[in-house]
């Protein structure tokens, strides 16, 4: 069973650039979740994608997008970053359709914008 | 809104019992989940609530009162390896479809195990 994996593992980008994260969903899971979190809070919603559309969104602006492709991995796009992006970024994946909503999170990605 | 509430921190010897506490305000629930996130790391599943009772897993336990907006973990026989940040979530539906997979997390209660 593959896990879910993420790249890069940590990334430094000045205030206005753009920034893609990456993320790989375990094995058999159809379903990827994004989340932000930041120092000593816990993980907020971002965005769901489920069968390569946006399934669902938190309250995060429209600079924040996504993808998914057809072999279920994912994207996240932050445009135009400003100094409070700078956060962990997870990713989980999920199998939708079933009883279990467990979600396998990824190791994440430290972002720091200066 | 949704609210959701635990305390920050706790401190407890090798070997004790520490009990965490979650108390949520949610409009929409399927379930409440706790992981385990070591610092630096990822969070990793422990226990996945949808009725009313008591799941015990080892030396893990949660409680969940549907009725009271409650849950609790219960750490067993603590090891110097508890020593992490313990995250409530609830389950909230991602859009106004049949689909949930929303989490919707508390800021996290870090546990310190101490000799």
């Known amino acids: 069973e593959t896990g879910v994996t993420q790249s890069p593992t940590h990334l430094i980008k000045t205030r206005g650039q753009q920034v893609t994260l990456r993320c790989s969903s375990q094995s058999g899971h159809n379903t990827v979740s994004w989340y932000q979190q930041a120092l000593g809070q816990g993980p907020q919603f971002i965005f769901q994608y489920y069968r390569e559309e946006e399934n669902g969104r938190g309250n995060f602006p429209p600079r924040f997008s996504g993808l998914q492709f057809p072999n279920y991995s994912s994207e996240l796009n932050v445009n135009a970053l400003e100094l409070d992006d700078s956060a962990l970024y997870l990713c989980?994946?999920?199998?939708?359709?079933?009883?279990?909503?467990?979600?396998?999170f990824g190791p994440g990605t430290r972002l720091t914008v200066t | 809104g949704q609210n959701i509430d635990q305390p920050t921190e706790m401190t407890a010897t090798e070997g004790a019992i520490v009990q965490i506490n979650c108390t949520y305000q949610t409009s929409g629930f399927n379930g409440l989940f706790w992981y385990q996130q070591h610092a630096g790391e990822a969070p990793t599943f422990l226990s996945y609530?949808?009725?009313?009772g008591l799941e015990e897993k080892g030396r893990f336990s949660s409680f969940l009162s549907r009725s009271k907006g409650y849950s609790y973990l219960l750490l067993k026989e603590l090891q110097m390896k508890d020593s992490a940040s313990y995250l409530c979530a609830v389950n909230l539906r991602v859009r106004t479809t049949d689909s949930w997979g929303k989490l919707q997390f508390g800021a996290g209660t870090q546990v310190v195990v101490t000799p």
């Open positions: 989980a994946s999920s199998q939708s359709g079933t009883a279990s909503y467990e979600q396998y």
């Open positions: 609530n949808v009725l009313d």
